[in-house]
């Protein structure tokens, strides 16, 4: 037997590899060290002793690690149920499921519930999960200029004139976790409503951050039949997985047509557990939610002194441009002790190769001017 790589068997698998580092590309995994200007960790909820305490009571009530099997096998645990329950009625949706990420529930929806002759209007700018779906999925799928709702008009009435008959989905992010800016979703809802189309809301970032008691900025949508929203449990709810809520038709024909709903092991029930509590804690205490805002306007005031353009939301954008000049600024401000990741293209557009500032109560203002500080100096010595 050849010693491996020796063949040429993983050669091509090598030569990509060199090629993204050719163009400052090649990614790798870091461990989390210095102070969390990383993560999405919104409301500081991941460490937060009451999630734990609630997960430490049901295990000690029996809950188990593990589901054991899918949903629709053994899987389907008592806690799944009444998270679902308790968050229809949080966020006023019919139904709700509960997937193992968002990434996944994203996935299943956009294959399962557009049909052959639909066709779906996407942000630009949406989820990486929500492009995919769209390409496996049997709708036709277009793209329209990020927040141009008179491009998503034109798109549709493109497809109308063609001979289109079917169903329009509008596709967007609530807010967009690359450059922290809000959709226009008032006008969005006007305009589905306007084309008789479904439009689906990831409210990832939003979700436990905005609206009356952290609902999301969709929260004045949802409960229609014409709207799906996605809110995942894994970022300012501090735990993990995803809660789809629609129309009970809709959640029923993902039950019986999903098929990573169908054939994937359910989440742990002791995540449910931590979601029901985490949905609890953003209701019982709204100091979260207002000293996080306290903090993003500290860093509009920090970052404009330093000549950054804010954002106005805890995703704070320093756009850099080069590739190589953004990962080695990013490394430059992790060696001080921030962790500061550094974003590149595919996951940006071509020449915005920027550094993503996350704004979390695991930090305070105090670290945030430091930061400032840092980054003005850093800039200025690797200034292009």
């Not at 949706?93 to 956009?110: I, K, P, Q, S």
């Amino acid at each position: 037997m050849s010693e491996p790589g020796r063949s040429g068997l993983l050669e091509r698998y090598a030569a990509t590899l060199r090629g993204l580092d050719r163009r400052d590309r090649l990614r790798a995994l870091a461990p989390r060290a210095g102070r969390d200007f990383a993560s999405n960790d919104y409301l500081g909820l991941a460490a937060s002793g009451r999630l734990a305490d609630a997960v430490r009571r049901a295990l000690d009530a029996g809950t188990p690690v593990g589901a054991g099997g899918s949903r629709l096998l053994r899987g389907n645990a008592e806690e799944h149920e009444r998270l679902e329950a308790f968050a229809a009625d949080f966020f006023h949706a019919e139904r709700m499921l509960y997937f193992g990420g968002g990434y996944v529930a994203n996935f299943a929806a956009l294959t399962t519930l557009p049909q052959k002759g639909d066709l779906l209007v996407m942000d630009k700018l949406v989820h990486a999960s929500a492009h995919e779906g769209a390409r496996v999925g049997r709708a036709l799928a277009v793209t329209a200029r990020h927040n141009d709702v008179d491009a998503f008009d034109d798109e549709i009435r493109r497809f109308r004139a063609s001979g289109g008959a079917g169903r329009v989905w509008v596709v967007v992010e609530s807010l967009y976790s690359m450059d922290g800016d809000r959709a226009p979703l008032a006008a969005l809802m006007a305009l589905a409503d306007r084309h008789d189309a479904f439009l689906f809301i990831d409210e990832a970032h939003a979700t436990g951050v905005y609206g009356a008691d952290g609902r999301g900025l969709a929260a004045p949508f949802e409960g229609r039949e014409n709207v799906l929203v996605l809110h995942t449990c894994g970022k300012a709810l501090g735990g993990s997985g995803a809660l789809l809520a629609g129309a009970k038709v809709l959640c029923d024909y993902l039950v019986n047509r999903a098929r990573p709903f169908l054939f994937a092991t359910a989440p742990s029930p002791l995540m449910a557990v931590a979601a029901e509590a985490a949905l609890a804690l953003v209701t019982a205490e709204p100091e979260r939610r207002a000293r996080l805002a306290a903090l993003v306007a500290h860093a509009g005031r920090e970052l404009a002194r330093i000549g950054v353009p804010a954002s106005g939301s805890q995703i704070q954008p320093v756009i850099v441009g080069d590739n190589g000049r953004a990962m080695a600024l990013a490394a430059a401000l992790q060696a001080r002790g921030f962790d500061v990741r550094g974003v590149r293209p595919p996951t940006v557009p071509e020449g915005t190769a920027r550094l993503r500032v996350s704004l979390t109560l695991n930090v305070d203002e105090a670290a945030v001017t430091t930061l400032a500080d840092a980054l003005a100096e850093e800039m200025g010595s690797r200034a292009a």
